[in-house]
C-alpha cells in the first residue's frame, strides 16, 4: 500500500484527538504488512477502529492502519459455525452480518464500535456476554520473528478487560483475523437488567437475537455518546474489583453503592461510572474536555481537546475518587 507522511490521526481514533503521524500506511494481508515492515521508521503503532486509544502525542515513527477484511464461513457442524473474520473489519458490521444470517452469539455485543482486530485484545463485553464466549481463535503476526501465530482460547488468557496482549505480549503481535465459534441455535442472555427493561418497554412477546441486538442499540444510543459526534472511547477505566470485606465497609459508609459479584470468588465489582458520578464529575466539562453528562466512565472530547489534557482530567478523577473512596481506577483505554 502507499506510504503517506505527516498525516492527522483525528478521523482514525474515536476520540478525535488531532495528533500527527510522520509516516502512515495501510495494509489488507500478512503479506502486504511484512513488506510494509521492512521500511517502517520506528517506533510503530498499529491501528484498527482506533477505539480504545488516547493519543497523547505525534507518532514520530509509523503508523500502520489494519485493513484486513473478509467474513467467511469457515466450517460448520450441527451446533456451530465456525467464521473467520479480518482483523480489519468493521465489529458492529460483522455483528449485523452475523444477525442477517441466524449465526448467535454476538447480538449482545452490537454497536460496539473498533475494528475485529481490537476485539479480542481487551476481551470487550457487554450486557452479560464477553468475546471470549464465542471465541475459537485468532491468528497473529509476531513482530519478533515475522511469522504467524496462531492463538487458542487458552492461549489468550481473557480475563475482565483482559488478555495477554494487553500483558506480556503487548506490542508483540498484530492480529490478523478471529474465528469466531456461533451457535446455530441461540442462547438467549437477558439477564442484565437493563436489556430486560428495555425488551419489556418494547413489549417484545418472541425473543430474537435481533430483538436483543436493538434492544442493546437502543441502550447504547441512549446512554453512550456516538464518536461520530463526540469524541470518546467508551469506558475509559474499568470498573475496580475490591474484596467483599472492602465492599462492606464501603457500603456501610456509603449505602447506595452499585456492586455486583466479581470475577473471581470473594471479590465484588464496583460500578466505577457510580464512584464517579458520586465525586462529583458527572457532566463536567474543562474546555473541550469532559466527562459524558448520561454516562461518568466516559470521557469525551467535545471537539479540540488535546490527547494530554484527557488525560490529565483521568488523573484528577482518579485522585478524587481515591480521596473519597480509597479506590483506586485503572485506564481501560491504552494510553499512548
Ligand atoms: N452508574 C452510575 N452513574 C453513572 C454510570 C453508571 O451511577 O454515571 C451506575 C448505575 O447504577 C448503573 C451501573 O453503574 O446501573 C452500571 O452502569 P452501566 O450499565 O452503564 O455499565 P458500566 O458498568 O458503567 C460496563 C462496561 C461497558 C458496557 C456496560 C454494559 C466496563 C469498564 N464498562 O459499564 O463497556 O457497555 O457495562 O455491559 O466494564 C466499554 O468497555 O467501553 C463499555 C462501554
Given at each position: 500500500?502507499?506510504?503517506?507522511?505527516?498525516?492527522?490521526?483525528?478521523?482514525?481514533?474515536?476520540?478525535?484527538?488531532?495528533?500527527?503521524?510522520?509516516?502512515?500506511?495501510?495494509?489488507?494481508?500478512?503479506?502486504?504488512?511484512a513488506?510494509?515492515?521492512?521500511?517502517?521508521?520506528?517506533?510503530?503503532?498499529?491501528?484498527?477502529?482506533?477505539?480504545?486509544?488516547?493519543?497523547?502525542?505525534?507518532?514520530?515513527?509509523?503508523?500502520?492502519?489494519?485493513?484486513?477484511?473478509?467474513?467467511?464461513?469457515?466450517?460448520?457442524?450441527?451446533?456451530?459455525?465456525?467464521?473467520?473474520?479480518?482483523?480489519?473489519?468493521?465489529?458492529?458490521?460483522f455483528?449485523?452480518?452475523?444477525?442477517?444470517?441466524?449465526?448467535?452469539?454476538?447480538?449482545?455485543?452490537?454497536?460496539i464500535?473498533?475494528?475485529v482486530?481490537?476485539?479480542?485484545?481487551?476481551?470487550?463485553?457487554?450486557?452479560?456476554?464477553?468475546?471470549?464466549?464465542?471465541?475459537?481463535?485468532?491468528?497473529?503476526?509476531?513482530?519478533?520473528?515475522?511469522?504467524?501465530?496462531?492463538?487458542?482460547?487458552?492461549?489468550?488468557?481473557?480475563?475482565?478487560?483482559?488478555?495477554?496482549?494487553?500483558?506480556?505480549?503487548?506490542?508483540?503481535?498484530i492480529?490478523?483475523?478471529?474465528?469466531?465459534?456461533?451457535?446455530?441455535?441461540?442462547?438467549?442472555?437477558?439477564?442484565?437488567?437493563?436489556i430486560?427493561?428495555?425488551?419489556?418497554?418494547?413489549?417484545?412477546?418472541e425473543?430474537?437475537?435481533?430483538?436483543?441486538?436493538?434492544?442493546?442499540?437502543?441502550?447504547?444510543?441512549?446512554?453512550?455518546?456516538?464518536?461520530?459526534?463526540?469524541?470518546?472511547?467508551?469506558?475509559?477505566?474499568?470498573?475496580?474489583?475490591?474484596?467483599?470485606?472492602?465492599?462492606?465497609?464501603?457500603?456501610?459508609?456509603?449505602?447506595?453503592?452499585?456492586?455486583?459479584?466479581?470475577?473471581?470468588?470473594?471479590?465484588?465489582?464496583?460500578?466505577?461510572?457510580?464512584?464517579?458520578?458520586?465525586?462529583?464529575?458527572?457532566?463536567?466539562?474543562?474546555?473541550?474536555?469532559?466527562?459524558?453528562?448520561?454516562?461518568?466512565?466516559?470521557?469525551?472530547?467535545?471537539?479540540?481537546?488535546?490527547?494530554?489534557?484527557?488525560?490529565?482530567?483521568?488523573?484528577?478523577?482518579?485522585?478524587?475518587?481515591?480521596?473519597?473512596?480509597?479506590?483506586?481506577?485503572?485506564?481501560?483505554?491504552?494510553?499512548?
Open positions: 500500500m502507499r506510504w503517506s507522511e505527516n498525516i492527522s490521526l483525528k478521523k482514525y481514533n474515536t476520540f478525535g484527538i488531532d495528533a500527527t503521524a510522520r509516516h502512515f500506511a495501510g495494509f489488507t494481508s500478512a503479506d502486504d504488512l513488506e510494509l515492515l521492512i521500511r517502517a521508521p520506528q517506533p510503530l503503532v498499529v491501528l484498527g477502529g482506533g477505539s480504545n486509544i488516547l493519543l497523547t502525542r505525534d507518532i514520530e515513527g509509523t503508523v500502520l492502519i489494519n485493513a484486513i477484511g473478509g467474513i467467511d464461513l469457515v466450517d460448520e457442524d450441527d451446533d456451530y459455525c465456525y467464521v473467520k473474520v479480518g482483523a480489519g473489519e468493521d465489529w458492529h458490521g455483528v449485523e452480518h452475523c444477525i442477517s444470517r441466524d449465526w448467535a452469539g454476538v447480538e449482545n455485543l452490537s454497536l464500535p473498533g475494528s482486530g481490537a476485539a479480542p485484545m481487551q476481551n470487550i463485553g457487554a450486557y452479560g456476554v464477553e468475546l471470549k464466549e464465542v471465541f475459537h481463535e485468532l491468528e497473529a503476526f509476531d513482530l519478533q520473528d515475522g511469522k504467524v501465530r496462531m492463538f487458542t482460547v487458552n492461549d489468550c488468557r481473557f480475563g475482565y478487560r483482559d488478555s495477554i496482549f494487553k500483558q506480556e505480549y503487548k506490542g508483540r503481535f492480529i490478523l483475523s478471529v474465528i469466531f465459534r456461533l451457535n446455530r441455535v441461540p442462547v438467549y442472555h437477558t439477564e442484565y437488567g437493563a430486560r427493561e428495555e425488551l419489556e418497554k418494547s413489549g417484545i412477546r425473543l430474537s437475537i435481533r430483538a436483543i441486538s436493538e434492544a442493546v442499540i437502543r441502550i447504547r444510543t441512549a446512554k453512550l455518546p456516538d464518536p461520530k459526534i463526540i469524541g470518546n472511547a467508551g469506558s475509559f477505566f474499568k470498573n475496580p474489583v475490591v474484596p467483599n470485606e472492602q465492599y462492606a465497609s464501603l457500603k456501610a459508609k456509603f449505602p447506595e453503592i452499585v456492586g455486583y459479584p466479581g470475577p473471581v470468588q470473594s471479590t465484588t465489582k464496583l460500578a466505577a461510572g457510580w464512584l464517579i458520578e458520586q465525586a462529583g464529575w458527572k457532566g463536567y466539562r474543562r474546555g473541550d474536555a469532559g466527562v459524558h453528562a448520561k454516562q461518568a466512565l466516559v470521557l469525551v472530547n467535545y471537539g479540540h481537546a488535546t490527547g494530554r489534557e484527557i488525560f490529565d482530567l483521568s488523573e484528577e478523577i482518579q485522585g478524587s475518587v481515591q480521596q473519597k473512596f480509597g479506590v483506586s481506577l485503572e485506564r481501560e483505554v491504552n494510553i499512548i
